[in-house]
Structure formats: structure tokens, C-alpha cells
């Protein structure tokens, strides 16, 4: 399971470990990717390309030759790309969430007028200083910043990927937006695409019902996928 660019593995572990916990088979492994987190000997990556093969070779060393699904949140949605462009065949499911397509923030097709969404929960507010303020407490912002939107590689496929995805996107994502991860959909004939309203770029946090349903109904096509 791969963060956002500046968040840790307690972004995505706090939403997703209760989704697993009814569940039984599943492995979870979450990255810390180069510069954030506890990973440490990672100064000498000079791109987005480099820090690819950095978590491809740790895919390969945790789990040789295993059949893996793929969950990606914003940066680690292009990660996740760039992954399943290299390993296809290794990968049984895709799970995009607010995923990030164009590297140019000029170029994302955002709406101008996006207002804040407001918070009137205190779960929500804890939330939010456990899983996203708390989890970039360890980055190298400086060494983030300077390597920032540096690609070197396309993450668009070369061909379909024809295993389950889901696409989640928020309405009010002012980081994002959603209309970029709909022009990838030809991509993944599989696809289930969802634009939620007052879903933010931090919409697992904000909808957490919802997104638990969501999950769950991926997981489901991912395991039933002999029916298709």
C-alpha cells in the first residue's frame, strides 16, 4: 500500500486495517517510500523514476514472486501505475484513491471555485492530526521538494489491465481534482469509477462509511474474479 507524497504508512494503515480485520488471507505491507517515514538511504535518488525502482526491488525482496494487489493513495497512485506497468502480471487488483495523474499542477483539471469542506466532527478533527499531521513528522521535506514532479517515466499503460480496479475520487479534491483519473479509465476495462460529493483529498478520513463499502465491494470482484 503505497502513501501520498509527504505522508507515512499510518496514512493509509488507520482506514485500511479495520476494513481487513473481518477478513482472513491478506498480508498488508505498508511502505514508507524514500524520504518519509523510517526509511532511511535514500539521498542519492535524483527522480520519481529512481524512487519506482526503489519500491519495485522492495516488492521483489518482501514478496518474490508473488501474486499482489496494488492500493494507492495520490502520489502512490502514480507509484502504482508505474508498478503495474512493470509487473502486470504479478498484480490482481488495482485501488486507486484521489490518485494522481497529471504531474503538472498547471495542467490538472481542477474547478477554480472548490470551497474548503467544513469539519464538524471531532473524530474526524482526531482523526486527521493521527493519520496526516502525525505521519509527516519524519519527512525530508527539503529532499521531498527536490525531487518533486521530477519524472522520468509515463505511467499510462501500454496495454489494458483487465483484473478489478476501483477509482476513488473526491468532488471537492483541491489537490487533484477527479476529471484527470477519469481519463484513464480506457485503461482498465474492469474499472469502477466514483466521484463522491464532500469527498476532499483526504476523503477515506471523511468518508469513512462509504469508503469502507467500496473497499469491501473491490476486495469482492478481486476474489470473485473467476466469475468473469
Same mark, same amino acid.
Given at each position: 500500500m503505497l502513501n501520498g507524497y509527504y505522508t507515512d504508512k499510518r496514512c493509509l494503515m488507520e482506514s485500511m486495517e479495520p476494513i481487513f480485520k473481518d477478513l482472513t488471507g491478506y498480508k498488508r505491507i505498508y511502505f514508507d517510500h524514500p524520504g518519509v517515514g523510517m526509511t532511511k538511504g535514500y539521498e542519492n535518488i535524483k527522480n520519481w523514476e529512481e524512487m519506482l525502482n526503489v519500491i519495485i526491488k522492495f516488492i521483489q525482496k518482501v514478496i518474490p514472486n508473488e501474486r499482489f494487489l496494488l492500493v494507492g493513495r495520490s502520489f502512490g497512485g502514480y507509484m502504482a501505475q508505474?508498478?503495474?506497468?512493470? +509487473? +502486470? !502480471?504479478?498484480?490482481? !487488483?488495482l485501488l486507486l484513491l484521489c490518485p494522481l495523474i497529471e504531474l503538472d499542477r498547471n495542467k490538472r483539471d481542477i474547478d477554480k471555485d472548490i470551497k474548503e469542506i467544513n469539519n464538524t466532527k471531532k473524530e474526524t478533527d482526531i482523526r486527521i492530526k493521527k493519520e496526516i499531521i502525525k505521519s509527516i513528522e519524519n519527512t525530508d521535506k527539503d529532499f521531498m521538494e527536490k525531487i518533486r514532479n521530477k519524472s522520468t517515466f509515463d505511467s499510462r499503460l501500454n496495454e489494458k489491465f483487465k483484473k478489478p480496479v476501483t477509482i476513488l475520487t473526491g468532488r471537492q479534491d483541491q489537490v487533484v481534482g477527479y $476529471?484527470?483519473?477519469?481519463? @484513464?479509465?480506457?485503461? &482498465?476495462? +474492469?474499472?469502477? &469509477? @466514483?466521484?463522491?460529493? +464532500?469527498?476532499?483529498? #483526504?476523503?477515506?478520513?471523511?468518508?469513512?462509511? #462509504?469508503?469502507?463499502?467500496?473497499?469491501?465491494?473491490? @476486495?469482492? $470482484?478481486?476474489?470473485?474474479?473467476s466469475y468473469i
Amino acid at each position: 500500500m503505497l502513501n501520498g507524497y509527504y505522508t507515512d504508512k499510518r496514512c493509509l494503515m488507520e482506514s485500511m486495517e479495520p476494513i481487513f480485520k473481518d477478513l482472513t488471507g491478506y498480508k498488508r505491507i505498508y511502505f514508507d517510500h524514500p524520504g518519509v517515514g523510517m526509511t532511511k538511504g535514500y539521498e542519492n535518488i535524483k527522480n520519481w523514476e529512481e524512487m519506482l525502482n526503489v519500491i519495485i526491488k522492495f516488492i521483489q525482496k518482501v514478496i518474490p514472486n508473488e501474486r499482489f494487489l496494488l492500493v494507492g493513495r495520490s502520489f502512490g497512485g502514480y507509484m502504482a501505475q508505474g508498478i503495474l506497468k512493470k +509487473r +502486470r !502480471g504479478l498484480v490482481d !487488483g488495482l485501488l486507486l484513491l484521489c490518485p494522481l495523474i497529471e504531474l503538472d499542477r498547471n495542467k490538472r483539471d481542477i474547478d477554480k471555485d472548490i470551497k474548503e469542506i467544513n469539519n464538524t466532527k471531532k473524530e474526524t478533527d482526531i482523526r486527521i492530526k493521527k493519520e496526516i499531521i502525525k505521519s509527516i513528522e519524519n519527512t525530508d521535506k527539503d529532499f521531498m521538494e527536490k525531487i518533486r514532479n521530477k519524472s522520468t517515466f509515463d505511467s499510462r499503460l501500454n496495454e489494458k489491465f483487465k483484473k478489478p480496479v476501483t477509482i476513488l475520487t473526491g468532488r471537492q479534491d483541491q489537490v487533484v481534482g477527479y $476529471r484527470d483519473a477519469y481519463n @484513464i479509465l480506457d485503461n &482498465y476495462p +474492469r474499472a469502477s &469509477y @466514483i466521484v463522491l460529493d +464532500r469527498g476532499n483529498h #483526504i476523503l477515506h478520513i471523511f468518508k469513512t462509511h #462509504i469508503f469502507n463499502a467500496l473497499v469491501k465491494e473491490w @476486495i469482492n $470482484r478481486v476474489e470473485n474474479e473467476s466469475y468473469i
